[in-house]
């Protein structure tokens, strides 16, 4: 905020107060805010600001805002975008361009210039070079700032009439240029007479608390500025009609702080107003008429030269179960990036550290100190990453002593709840940190003991978080590959980060039903299969997989294995001809898998220059040998899109999908071309658990976020890694069924995903492989999906909000495509049926809830019992548009079920029903279903089970929404 100091308001009472404002007719309706955010800082959260209606952020730090601010829910969420009408910064890029005369004083307290509102050329400037280029980007909300500043210079009544006329007209033609736009002011209450009618809402500072930027203080509103400014803000809301906001102010660094914002939010909304309560400089996420339950987690970690964030430990090993706790999470190198600044409460559910051991950041004991006095967790993995000390030692309510490296050391404590999962502990008398506990209210989790008594505790649970240190957390002995986990990781972030036991979004489910789908890269296109007549292998899997089992599956092309251009040109015309028979398949999904496919994103990029990404050359030697071909990273995914829509696409499809070739380690500057370029990425990650692997360590996560842009991973890997690098055994593809499963069960970390390569199709044992696998899948009780399906729910599940409302409601955005929540065992129960949710399905571990929108609202049940209603117990497809009606003891339910070719439904809850999709009625069904599996037979007891399949035609192979009515007799 740039307005006058909150403790001069009573002075400016007399100035503002002179008539009674005329009654005026409501604005015409815009749909008001219920609650509201302002983020002013770099890098805003924009995944949590969409649990606000509205967010005010600056411009600057956010790009493509149309898309940034995606809705959720019908258009719920907004952002807007902060603009200064009354004063300039001399840091905004535009200063240097003011016309002369504007500038007509100073606002010492933010170090900005203040402008005269009547000077001529303000407007037009205001409108041409403030304005328009916001509106060119996308911004149609603009919050406007220091409306009031003219105060500090005008200081007779026609001065001040001069000021306020002239900022009324500036808004009459801002209106009259762009006339969608909304207008959010900063106080202006001597504006509304004039612009009401032009107005979206009305934000006010420091009705209970105040922030004095001159000197960087906080405190009480004093009664009689608080009288005064409510007078005006209940005028603004009952005269105008027009939402209003206040902006409070809470010191982040005093103990209680957030306790102290709800206390102010919830005395600001028994006025009737929107509170936004934050800190000074609004660089942290405050509290409005809800609160964020935060789900992103800051990951600290070091890289050596040549690492990549993909391959890190920390990414590794920990990726998947933060995914799993329905948490998002961010990476931080500390060596190259520094430590944050900015508040972190309300914006993170915790802090997590992976360091190697040696490494000794000085400032991070005290920082993390800080975060612990804030009261954000904090997980420490491996090595502390500082020195310990007495004085660090003490930040953390441990003792640091010292003493002579042990003779002999053993393991004298251990939690048999969260140590010894996959391998026993092992002491290690060169990776020991000489610390105890000294905390009463911490638990020790491994307690070792050396020959001369002394007592070392090498992982623990304490009142700030935890820590499991080298080699306690994962450990590596030369008989054992991969690393094995020592720690249960889960259960202890889970307790470390003391996460709450709320449902959390989840990709590996629609429907209640686990995810399954397929996807080829494009290698070997060209191949010959080992077959009667030397068929190319595309043909040998389309006559042995695609046509029998007609999954939906989603294939790549390689541009430079196919095209003239490339490696095989005479042979050209044949696989082209292939290609584009291919794609006519209804139930294939076109995407590239680029133009000469780099084994080496990295390699292939190197030395190359970061500042225009499109124009990115390279080492053609790290890709195919295409002649004189040199790297292009706009060649490589724009042009093989091109080439795929211009070429081989029969009308009615797209390629939105580019597929990560070779390493599929690619820089941040690659996969944010993708975005740039407005496609869908996926590939790498690794996942490779198997029953002769069995570890969680080889469990990759959903993704990877580089430099704010994320790369989504594929949920398993490819026949690659079953056979060898494809040297053998050839039939080794079957066991990706154990991966399937060890992913599946106790725990659901993931979909299925049936992922090969051309030449998977060139010999017979492979293609053996891939019947038994495909018959395996066809047996189990899946949601079919397309990737670029799967894809958009990663995307929705790192956008994910969750919000708390006073009430206790809980309030999940989880966007257009993202329709499950799980709730995970020890969680309460919840009234249902609830606004969004369509059905709850049982799972592996806790229970599935059936989403139908892109808001749910969530509120544990009462003591009162509530009468069974009929739901959804599985859904083959996507849910939409779900209502229920009941009429004693008759209930209809209507919905969408968007599938893949043929799809079934399940209903609960009724002794009796009947059922038609798109007008016809539907036979009951008995294709495979989640009510046969042995962990859903305790959840549906006795409970009826009335089941439909709902069949396809070849025709509607690819997918169709069809609309469902279902009437039951309870």
Not at 579 to 586: D, E, H, I, S
Request: hydrophobic content about 40%; aromatic content about 10%.
């Amino acid at each position: 905020m740039r307005t006058l100091l909150w403790a001069a308001a009573a002075g400016a009472a007399a100035l503002l107060a002179g008539s009674a404002p005329a009654q005026t007719s409501p604005p015409p309706a815009a749909a008001a805010p219920s609650s509201v955010a302002f983020y002013y800082g770099p890098n805003p959260p924009l995944a949590d600001l969409q649990a606000f209606d509205v967010a005010v952020v600056e411009p600057e730090f956010v790009s493509n805002p149309a898309v940034r601010a995606r809705a959720p829910a019908d258009g719920a969420h907004q952002l807007f975008a902060y603009v200064s009408l009354g004063e300039v910064q001399p840091s905004r890029p535009y200063y240097k361009q003011l016309p002369p005369g504007l500038l007509r004083g100073d606002n010492a307290a933010w170090g900005s210039r203040v402008i005269d509102q009547a000077a001529p050329g303000w407007r037009d400037f205001f409108l041409d070079k403030i304005v328009a280029p916001l509106w060119a980007q996308g911004w149609r909300g603009f919050f406007l700032d220091t409306l009031d500043s003219y105060q500090l210079f005008a200081k007779t009544d026609a001065e001040r009439a001069r000021q306020t006329a002239a900022m009324v007209e500036t808004l009459r033609e801002f209106k009259r240029r762009y006339p969608e736009a909304k207008l959010f002011l900063n106080r202006g209450f001597e504006l509304l007479p004039e612009i009401a009618p032009l107005t979206y809402a009305v934000a006010a500072e420091s009705l209970y608390r105040g922030y004095d930027a001159g000197r960087r203080s906080y405190g009480p509103v004093p009664d009689n500025d608080r009288a005064w400014l409510l007078g005006q803000m209940q005028t603004v809301r009952d005269t105008y009609h027009l939402p209003v906001v206040s902006i409070d102010y809470v010191d982040p660094q005093k103990p209680g702080a957030r306790e102290l914002a709800r206390e102010t939010a919830k005395k600001i909304s028994s006025h009737g107003f929107i509170p936004w309560v934050a800190d000074g400089s609004l660089m942290s996420v405050g509290v409005s008429s809800i609160e964020v339950v935060p789900r992103n987690v800051l990951v600290l970690l070091d890289l050596g030269e040549g690492d990549d964030l993909h391959t890190s430990e920390a990414q590794r090993f920990l990726g998947i179960h933060l995914n799993h706790l329905g948490l998002r999470y961010e990476f931080r190198e500390v060596a190259r990036q520094g430590l944050p600044t900015e508040p972190l409460a309300g914006r993170y559910a915790g802090v997590v550290t992976w360091f190697r051991s040696g490494i000794d950041h000085q400032r991070l004991g005290p920082w993390i100190n800080a975060r612990i006095k804030e009261g954000v967790p904090v997980a420490i993995f491996n090595a502390f990453g500082f020195q310990m000390t007495k004085v660090t030692g003490d930040m953390l309510g441990l003792t640091s002593f010292s003493a002579p490296q042990p003779d002999k050391l053993s393991v004298v404590e251990a939690d048999p709840e969260l140590m010894g999962f996959e391998t026993k502990p092992r002491v290690d008398r060169t990776q020991l940190e000489f610390v105890r506990l000294a905390d009463p209210n911490a638990k020790s989790l491994l307690r070792m003991r050396d020959n001369r008594n002394n007592n070392y505790d090498a992982a623990a649970i304490t009142p700030w978080g935890g820590f499991a240190l080298a080699p306690f957390a994962t450990t590596t002995l030369p008989v054992l590959d991969p690393p094995r986990w020592v720690l249960q990781p889960l259960a202890f972030l889970k307790r470390a980060l003391r996460l709450p036991d709320i449902p959390v979004p989840d990709v590996t489910t629609e429907g209640g039903r686990r995810i399954m789908m397929s996807h080829l890269d494009g290698d070997g296109f060209p191949s010959k299969a080992e077959y009667p007549g030397s068929p190319f292998a595309v043909e040998v899997l389309q006559r042995e997989i695609w046509d029998k089992y007609r999954f939906p599956v989603t294939v790549s092309v390689v541009e430079g294995e196919l095209s003239p251009q490339g490696v095989y040109p005479k042979l050209s015309a044949q696989t082209t001809a292939l290609a584009r028979k291919m794609y006519t398949l209804p139930y294939i999904e076109p995407a590239s898998h680029s133009f000469s496919h780099p084994f080496s994103w990295a390699d292939a990029m190197h030395g190359t220059s970061r500042a225009d990404i499109t124009q990115m050359d390279g080492d053609a030697s790290h890709t195919l040998e295409i002649p004189n071909y040199k790297f292009n990273l706009q060649r490589e995914i724009k042009g093989s899109m091109d080439y795929i829509n211009n070429t081989l696409l029969p009308p009615g499809k797209k390629a939105e999908i580019f597929l990560w070739t070779g390493n599929c380690v690619p820089p941040a500057e690659a996969i944010a071309q993708t975005y740039l370029d407005g496609y869908l990425n996926m590939n790498g990650g690794d996942t490779m658990i198997t029953n002769s692997r069995k570890s969680w360590t080889d469990i990759a996560a959903q993704g990877v976020r580089k430099e704010g842009w994320y790369q989504v991973f594929a949920p398993n890997q490819d026949e690659n890694v079953y056979t060898g690098n494809w040297t053998g055994p050839f039939y080794g593809f079957e066991r990706a069924i154990e991966s399937y499963e060890l992913t599946g069960e106790p725990i659901r970390f993931k979909a299925v995903d049936i992922y090969y390569h051309f030449y998977a199709g060139t010999k017979p044992a492979s293609v053996a492989a891939l019947h038994k696998i495909h018959r395996w899948a066809q047996a189990q009780p899946f949601t079919r999906l397309y990737v670029s399906q799967y894809i958009r729910k990663v995307i929705d599940f790192e956008n994910t909000s969750i919000a708390r409302t006073a009430d206790g409601t809980l309030v999940y955005r989880t966007g257009a495509n993202l329709r499950t929540l799980r709730v995970p065992d020890g969680a309460p129960d919840y009234d249902l049926p609830a606004p969004g949710v369509a059905g709850v399905a049982p799972g592996p571990e806790g229970r599935y809830l059936i989403t139908s929108a892109g808001e749910v609202r969530l509120k544990e049940r009462g003591a009162a019992a509530t009468a069974p209603q009929p739901m959804l117990l599985e859904a083959g497809g996507k849910v939409g548009d779900f209502k229920r009606t009941v009429n004693g003891n008759k209930a209809e339910l209507s919905f969408t079920l968007e599938a893949n070719g043929a799809s079934t439904f399940s209903v609960a809850g009724a002794r009796q029903c009947s059922a038609s999709a798109d007008g016809a009625p539907l036979a009951r069904g008995a294709s495979a279903s989640i009510a046969t599996q042995p962990w859903a037979r305790n959840f549906i007891g006795k409970t009826a089970v009335h089941q439909y399949d709902i069949g396809t035609s070849n025709a509607k192979l690819a997918t169709t929404r069809h609309l469902v009515l279902v009437q039951c007799t309870l």
